[in-house]
């Protein structure tokens, strides 16, 4: 990556708080419902109802300040930010302005550069805000109207702004995934974006490397993304753009109004959306509605200690105690806690974390993803898992005479004994297979021959063969055994 | 420090109002002679003062993550001007409102 | 002596000992209203039947000898801002004309609760922003007292119906005055509660730090039986503060022993009315026949009330009626037409070629909005939005709003260190006595002076009380302003009712039979 320029980037990420009530009012928060069929009066904005915080909505956004390391304001307070908006009932958001609930903490991410290296993105602050409803625009009968759904508007929204810590595109991408996975284990937010529970808007520009030192081009805030794939697409096209444009005009930050543009997923391109320089102005003010909030060293403490093993914190620890590798620890980590919790289990069972790392993400894991469903569903316990384990590891069956046996398992509810029994395994005497071997080599004088000749290849066949007379052989031992008894030949 | 024309204008447009020609002149006035007074605050010292932007000081006031009943639709979306039974209708959201 | 005459305290002793029943009670209010309201325009809407459909289940309740609340079937009559379920809460502004709110306030409910029978909506300066009620959209308030004078504002509707006896009671609500004013005016009892003892929710804001609901009533007695009714926690209002509320009807009658009175030199001076003047100076006196010690107190940035209230709540109120753009409730201009005149502008900019102009045309939805405010807003309205948006924006919050917020804290601060000394504040509550209709509509920074004695009680957060105490040699009525610390409200209902029982103004009553 030897370009003339670096890419800088920040990211302001929207999550959705996992509450069941609205930031201000008791309706459902739940995805998916009918059109305005979640609505009061107070998230429709109507006149004279009045906003009431939910607690949760607070503690939570505590829990996912502090796990992004950042520091808690012992007072913060609700702000409005005016703006007019269809979906946006009130002409304003409940907001924070200038005393958010919590701000200077940072997200460590992998470095896209240098695997197993971290880098660490400082995060600017995280508040709290109420979201607004959906506008639909529906063009029928020649007549060009938008569509308000109020569902939405009042979900409670923890807006997170990292300082321009951001390299690269993909950097963008790896900060978005351990932010997620962060807010996952945390239980604030299940982040899913296709449900728009996570949205990102990106502020991109370029330091370009002159003659009179670094130059920063005009920032541009992109939009639209709806997916990882999508920030990351963006970003890099959105680079490039900003890259041309540079040589073609030379503009500098401060030479142009920052622009907004929108991501056009078909088309793969950013285009810039209308915006007028009078909507910029919120006219922020305290909202008299709404009290204060304080919160004691010692809630932010216990709050703390609710927060469990953040998923970097594990990955060392199932590194150091279970042997496995990085890569690993990480893939299993990001799957997230239940099946760490099962993996652990399932490697306590067989004391091997490095063949129960092999078994959840080779079976387990397939399985989960052909099946749809969640670890918690997985018919087989891990202690079951790890006796299976626990025979294949001691040889009394290959690896995949046991995914055999998984399959029993998966498919009967037997334990791993009785599927073991079931599908009538059981170790090879050593006697018996040196037998088996020597009649197979004296039914194959072809084969023999060409081991004879070094065409070790051919030991195949006698193994083949040598399951079809008892499915139980170990084919490893097979092999090693018939090419013993041909050199003794 | 009275309002100009071209400021009247602005707020026109940021307060989503539509003022006339002759409104904006008649506003430009009045606003000019409020603000005018409005510096009788400047004689006062402030700087070490807190602002006060709530009447009572009440904090942390909350309720809690309990699901209370919505609005039947029609009722939701009955002071609505237009609506089609299911959503609320504006002329078409194109671009920045 | 009719039914009409009356006080809401006596008219409760004689529904409770059967005398009358409160059908009886509400048809002679209706009667009433029906007789005199063509002149007065006190009511923006008067719902006989269902006032007298309210008023037969509470003599039902009372035949059958349940529990009834309180207000056992009196009549009370609501300022039109406060949401009454499937009933219209129109603000009495055009945006809201059709507006049926889908829910009560919490005050509606609490009077159904206790037995109170709605007679209808009152006529107010719309979205309660005026101080002569001449800003309604739909109809003037005139004074009982003399019917080519306003009634003061924003109650002015709620008002003039308790002076005129059209409603032994009304509900209403004070950001600037606007309870204690038109009640001056109108030679009856108005009272502002502290900020938190009622709760806000199902009052259309005008300025939230600052609204307040509370009673006006023709005597002491009958506002603190109203206030009863009305005060009290509600978990739906963050700023509503839970604290007891204390039993004020049993307690009024009881004087308040070695009062110590406040008066306060700078609020006697330029610009108050002689005998405006002159009528707060002798019932003064009358507190100091009563026993009372009448000390000197000082409020150094009372003169600044007008002007930090003016940027205060006009901030607040641009925020609060943002709301109002032909989306989700009220108005909205015909879009079709919106849309066509904006369709000619294009093409007379095109025309022109005014590039400039045709980058900051309005798109079809920002006219949308623009031209429903501005239809429906009448011009005080905008007025204030106007004041608000430009105080709020980049660049002016730090010298308007956030000036403003620092002065009030100094406001405050002013009225703790007072009441170190005195027991309450009296004052005079309006500069003058009630104007000629039309005097001030084209003079609005005359119009907010007159705020001038009452901003600071909100601007406070305090409690504040109108009670008689004189008329003017026109036979115009002139009101005391009592204040009294936060949650002092008892301590002022006694302290007004003392002065009452030993005067004789709140007895008068305006002649509405002819000249
Ligand atoms: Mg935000
Ligand atoms: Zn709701």
């Known amino acids: 990556m030897n370009k ?43 006149p004279g109802a009045l906003p009431v915080m939910n607690r949760q909505a607070y503690l939570l956004s505590v829990k996912a300040a502090l796990g992004l390391n950042c520091q808690i304001a012992r007072l913060t307070k609700w702000d409005r930010k005016n703006y007019y908006y269809p979906d946006l009932p009130k002409g304003y958001q409940i907001s924070q302005y200038d005393m958010p609930l919590s701000r200077d903490g940072h997200l460590d991410i992998p470095d896209p550069e240098q695997e197993g290296q971290v880098r660490r993105i400082r995060i600017i602050r995280a508040h709290l805000e109420e979201d607004a409803g959906k506008s639909m625009h529906d063009e029928v009968a020649g007549k060009a109207d938008s569509r308000i759904d109020l569902n939405r508007a009042g979900t409670p929204l923890l807006e997170i702004v990292s300082q321009p810590d951001l390299r690269s595109p993909a950097e963008a991408k790896n900060y978005l995934t351990e932010l997620k996975l962060l807010l996952n284990y945390l239980g604030v937010s299940d982040c899913n974006m296709q449900e728009g529970s996570l ?166 894991l397939r399985v989960l993803n052909e099946r749809q469903m969640p670890i918690e569903q997985f018919p087989v316990p891990p202690a079951e898992l790890g006796r299976l384990i626990d025979e294949v590891q001691s040889g009394k069956m290959e690896t995949s005479r046991g995914r055999e046996v998984l399959a029993e398992m998966l498919a009967t509810g037997k334990s791993a004994a009785a599927a073991i029994d079931a599908l009538g395994i059981v170790q090879v005497d050593e006697a018996d297979l040196e037998t088996l071997c020597a009649e197979l080599l004296a039914s194959n004088p072809k084969v023999v021959d060409d081991l004879k000749q070094g065409r070790l290849k051919a030991a195949g066949a006698l193994i083949g063969q040598a399951k079809k007379r008892n499915p139980n052989v170990n084919a490893t031992r097979v092999r090693e055994i018939c090419l013993q008894l041909v050199q003794r030949m | 420090m009275p309002i100009s024309h071209q400021q009247v204008t602005r707020v026109s447009l940021l307060g989503r109002l539509l003022l006339s020609e002759e409104e904006t002149e008649t506003m430009t006035a009045q606003l000019g002679q409020i603000l005018t007074y409005m510096q009788l605050l400047d004689e006062v010292d402030t700087d070490q003062v807190e602002p006060m932007a709530h009447a009572v000081e009440v904090s942390d006031v909350f309720r809690g993550d309990q699901l209370a009943p919505s609005l039947a639709r029609d009722l939701a979306l009955a002071n609505a001007p237009q609506h089609d039974g299911e959503c609320y209708r504006v002329p078409a959201v194109l671009g920045d409102a | 002596m009719s039914l009409t005459d009356l006080s809401a305290v006596e008219l409760l002793d004689r529904l409770d000992a059967r005398h009358v029943t409160s059908t009886e009670v509400v048809q002679a209010f209706l009667d009433r209203i029906e007789r005199y309201d063509r002149r007065i325009g006190a009511f923006l809407r008067v719902d006989r039947e269902a006032a007298l459909d309210q008023a037969a289940a509470v003599d039902r309740k009372r035949q059958a000898g349940e529990a009834l609340g309180r207000l056992g079937g009196l009549p009370v009559a609501i300022k039109d801002l406060l949401a009454t379920q499937g009933e219209p809460t129109t603000c009495a502004s055009r945006m809201l004309e059709d507006f049926r709110p889908p829910y009560d306030a919490t005050v509606i409910a609490r009077l159904k609760a206790a037995d109170g029978v709605i007679l209808g909506k009152t006529n107010m300066d719309e979205f309660a922003m005026g101080g002569s009620t001449e800003n309604s959209a739909f109809r003037l308030t005139r004074n009982p007292w003399d019917t080519t004078r306003i009634p003061g504002g924003s109650s002015g509707g709620s008002a003039a119906a308790v002076a005129a006896a059209m409603a032994p009671l009304s509900v209403a609500s004070d950001t600037g005055g606007s309870i204690r004013a038109p009640a001056s005016w109108c030679g009856v009892v108005g009272l502002k509660p502290t900020y938190g003892r009622v709760s806000r929710y199902g009052l259309v804001a005008f300025a939230s730090s600052l609204d307040q609901i509370g009673p006006l009533a023709r005597t002491v007695e009958d506002a603190a039986l109203l206030l009863e009714v009305l005060a009290g926690h509600d978990p739906r209002d963050s700023t509503s503060v839970d604290r007891p509320v204390p039993n004020y009807t049993s307690s009024v009658g009881r004087p308040l022993e070695r009062l110590r009175l406040g008066i306060v030199p700078e609020l ?233 029982r030993a005067t004789a103004w709140h007895t008068r009553r305006p002649s509405l039979d002819g000249e």
């Not at chain 1, 959705?16 to 998230?43: D, E, I, R, Y």
């Not at chain 1, 990882?228 to 890099?236: K, S």
Request: hydrophobic share 40%.
């Open chain 1, 4 to 46: 003339p320029y670096a890419i800088i980037i920040g990211l302001e990420v929207h999550v959705q708080l996992l509450t069941s009530s609205k930031l201000f009012c008791g309706c459902s928060t739940a995805f998916g419902a009918a059109p305005n069929t979640q609505t009061c009066v107070v998230c429709t904005g109507t």
């Open chain 1, 199 to 364: 949205r990102v808007d990106a502020n991109i520009n370029l330091h370009v490397a002159t003659p009179e030192g670094n130059v920063a081009t005009p920032i541009v805030e992109v939009k639209n993304m709806n997916s990882f794939r999508a920030v990351e697409r963006a970003l890099a096209y959105e680079a490039q753009r900003q890259w041309e444009l540079w040589q073609e005009t030379g503009q500098r930050i401060g030479d142009v109004p920052k622009q907004t543009r929108g991501w056009e997923e078909e088309a793969q391109i950013t285009r810039p959306q209308r915006s007028k320089e009078e909507s910029s102005d919120y006219r922020y003010f305290p909202d008299p509605d709404l009290a204060p909030v304080t919160i004691s060293e010692d809630a932010i403490a216990h709050v703390r200690q609710s927060l469990g093993e953040l998923p970097a914190d594990l990955r060392t620890r199932l590194v150091g105690q279970f042997g496995i590798t990085p890569y690993d620890s990480d893939v299993l980590v990001s799957q997230g806690r239940p099946l760490v919790d099962y993996f652990i289990a399932a490697a306590e069972a067989c004391r091997d974390g490095k063949a129960a790392a092999n078994w959840v993400q080779q079976s387990v």
């Open chain 3, 268 to 500: 006697f001076g330029d610009g108050l009315d002689a005998e405006v003047a002159a009528a707060v100076r002798v019932a003064v006196d009358v507190y100091r026949s009563l026993g009372a010690t009448v000390q000197e107190v000082s409020l150094p940035h009372g003169k600044y009330a007008v002007a930090t209230y003016y940027i205060i709540a006009p901030c607040e109120a641009s925020s609060n009626l943002a709301r109002y753009d032909g989306v989700h409730y009220g108005y909205r201009t015909d879009a079709q037409k919106a849309a066509a005149r904006l369709e000619a502008e294009r093409k007379a900019l095109e025309q022109a070629g005014d590039r400039a102009g045709l980058d900051n045309l309005d798109t079809a939805l920002v006219r949308m909005y623009r031209q429903t405010r501005s239809e429906a807003f009448g011009p005080e309205v905008k007025r204030r939005i106007m004041l608000g948006t430009y105080a709020l924006s980049a660049g002016y919050y730090d010298a308007y709003y956030l000036k403003a917020m620092k002065v009030r804290r100094l406001v405050r601060e002013d009225f703790d260190r007072a009441f170190e000394q005195v027991d309450l504040i009296a004052g005079p509550v309006t500069p003058m006595p009630a104007y000629p209709i039309g005097e001030k509509v084209n003079d609005p920074l005359a119009m907010y002076l007159c705020d001038v004695y009452t901003a600071c009680t909100n601007l406070a957060g305090i409690a504040g009380l109108s009670i008689p105490c004189g008329f003017s040699s026109r036979g115009l009525p002139i009101g005391l302003h009592l204040q009294a610390p936060a949650f002092e409200e008892e301590r002022l209902l006694r302290g007004a009712a003392m002065y009452q």
